[in-house]
T-cell receptor, first 116, second 115 residues
C-alpha cells in the first residue's frame, strides 16, 4: 500500500522564480495538507485541500497557492521565491473525518527546496 | 503565543534505557488532541501515539507511552528500552477542536541513542 508520494525530492531555485511541488496522497485518502519546515524547526501549516477547495489556510502570504485534482493529488505553488522559502515542504494526507480529532495523518518524506 | 513547547533541544540516551521527552501545550479549548511524531533523517514524519483531551487513561503504543497531565497541560512521551533506530527528531503536536484541521507542532527534540 503506497504511502504519500512527493516529487521532486530536492529542488534548487533562484530568488524570484516560481516552483511547483507535487503530492500524491495515500490510497483511500481524500484530504491533503501542506506544511513548511525550516531547518531546525517544527512544521508550520500552510493550507489544507478537500474536495478540490482550500478548506483552511495558515499564516502564509498569497505567494503560496495550491490545487487539488479530482484524483485527490495536490500541488503547492510558490511564486516570487525568497531566500526564506528554503525549507522542507511536507505533504500530509488523511481521510476526511468529520467526527473525531484522532484522524490519521500520513506524511510524505518531503521536498527539500533551496532558494539561492 | 507558542501552542506547543518542547524545552529539550537534544537528548542522549543509552541503548535499552528509557527516555522522557517533555511537551507542554497551551489551549483554551476543552476538546483537543495531542500527537507525537518521529522524524528520522529521511524527513518523513512518522506517527507514534495519540492522546485525546477526554481520554482518562494515558495512551500506550508498544514501547511508547504518553504521560498526560491535563491540569499541568503536559503530554510527555516516554520511550522505553531505547534502540539505536530510535535516534531521530521527535515532535509534539496538537489539534484544537473539530473545526481546526491543522496540527500545531513544537520545535522538536533530537534524541541520540548510544550503544
Amino acid at each position: 500500500d503506497a504511502g504519500v508520494t512527493q516529487s521532486p525530492t530536492h529542488l534548487i531555485k533562484t530568488r524570484g522564480q516560481q516552483v511547483t511541488l507535487r503530492c500524491s496522497p495515500k490510497s483511500g485518502h481524500d484530504t491533503v495538507s501542506w506544511y513548511q519546515q525550516a531547518l531546525g524547526q517544527g512544521p508550520q501549516f500552510i493550507f489544507q485541500y478537500y474536495e478540490e477547495e482550500e478548506r483552511q489556510r495558515g499564516n502564509f502570504p498569497d505567494r503560496f497557492s495550491g490545487h487539488q485534482f479530482p484524483n485527490y493529488s495536490s500541488e503547492l505553488n510558490v511564486n516570487a521565491l525568497l531566500l526564506g522559502d528554503s525549507a522542507l515542504y511536507l505533504c500530509a494526507s488523511s481521510l476526511d473525518f468529520g467526527t473525531g480529532l484522532d484522524y490519521g495523518y500520513t506524511f510524505g518524506s518531503g521536498t527539500r527546496l533551496t532558494v539561492v | 503565543a507558542q501552542k506547543i513547547t518542547q524545552t529539550q533541544p537534544g537528548m542522549f540516551v543509552q541503548e535499552k534505557e528509557a527516555v522522557t521527552l517533555d511537551c507542554t501545550y497551551d489551549t483554551s479549548d476543552q476538546s483537543y488532541g495531542l500527537f507525537w511524531y518521529k522524524q528520522p533523517s529521511s524527513g518523513e514524519m512518522i506517527f507514534l501515539i495519540y492522546q485525546g483531551s477526554y481520554d482518562e487513561q494515558n495512551a500506550t503504543e508498544g514501547r511508547y507511552s504518553l504521560n498526560f497531565q491535563k491540569a499541568r497541560k503536559s503530554a510527555n512521551l516516554v520511550i522505553s528500552a531505547s534502540q539505536l533506530g530510535d535516534s531521530a527528531m521527535y515532535f509534539c503536536a496538537m489539534r484544537e477542536t473539530l473545526n481546526d484541521y491543522k496540527l500545531s507542532f513544537g520545535a522538536g527534540t533530537t534524541v541520540t541513542v548510544r550503544a
